[in-house]
T-cell receptor, first 115, second 110 residues
Framework: NAGVTQTPKFQVLKTGQSMTLQCAQD?????MYWYRQDPGMGLRLIYY???????DKGEVPNGYNVSRLNKREFSLRLESAAPSQTSVYFC??????????????FGPGTRLTVL | KNEVEQSPQNLTAQEGEFITINCSYS?????LHWLQQHPGGGIVSLFM???GKKKHGRLIATINIQEKHSSLHITASHPRDSAVYIC????????????FGTGTSLTVIP
């Protein structure tokens, strides 16, 4: 099993460009998450999908949209990239979602630079 | 505001030393998660706990619900333990969301 995979690993964009970050999991998990990690700050939740067909905003959703394409895939879209969106993006998944002790499994991350 | 504080921010230890990393939080939680971020950036889950103590190999995690505090201990530390250790909490009033500390960067010197 590959676990959680993300593409691309690295990306450089110019301000105003759009792009989609792809995430897929092969663990038959119900819930999926998108985080961003910035220097000196903890991981922050952008959006999550508790189950197929549902999405909810996290702590920092502005400037992003998401699609839960099917149970396996959860994509993050930047419609008009801004330098403030320069960050490392992590996708994660968990089996059950709202259960308190539900462990999250992380992808390898995408390093995005917006010039 | 839900805050997660970790200490120390940076820690250097000699191989073989006993290491403690601390995590404190502000209000009642339903779960606490300890994670390890490798120098290459990958993040793996170490422990998920809501009470008491858990042990896996040389790693031990404890939580004191009354004091709103958790510790991660590493016994007989090794250079391969060098990583950033991250604490995250799921508050009772925030449903599905985890809130993350900024991490403790550990370097173990041979």
């Amino acid at each position: 099993n590959a676990g959680v995979t993300q593409t691309p690993k690295f990306q450089v964009l110019k301000t105003g460009q759009s792009m989609t970050l792809q995430c897929a999991q092969d663990m038959n998990h119900n819930s999926m998450y998108w985080y961003r990690q910035d220097p000196g700050m903890g991981l922050r939740l952008i959006y999550y999908s508790a189950s197929e067909g549902t999405t909810d905003k996290g702590e920092v959703p502005n400037g992003y949209n998401v699609s839960r394409l099917n149970k396996r895939e959860f994509s993050l879209r930047l419609e008009s990239a801004a330098p403030s969106q320069t960050s490392v993006y992590f996708c994660a998944s968990s089996a059950l979602g709202g259960v308190p002790l539900d462990t999250q499994y992380f992808g390898p991350g995408t390093r995005l630079t917006v010039l | 505001k839900n805050e997660v504080e970790q200490s120390p921010q940076n820690l250097t230890a000699q191989e073989g030393e006993f290491i403690t990393i601390n995590c404190s939080y502000s209000v009642g939680i339903s779960a606490l998660h300890w994670l390890q971020q490798h120098p290459g950036g990958g993040i793996v889950s170490l422990f998920m706990l809501s009470s008491g103590k858990k042990k896996h190999g040389r790693l031990i995690a404890t939580i004191n619900i009354q004091e709103k505090h958790s510790s991660l201990h590493i016994t007989a530390s090794h250079p391969r333990d060098s990583a950033v250790y991250i604490c995250a909490v799921r508050y009772r009033n925030t449903g599905n969301q985890f809130y993350f500390g900024t991490g403790t960067s550990l370097t173990v010197i041979p």
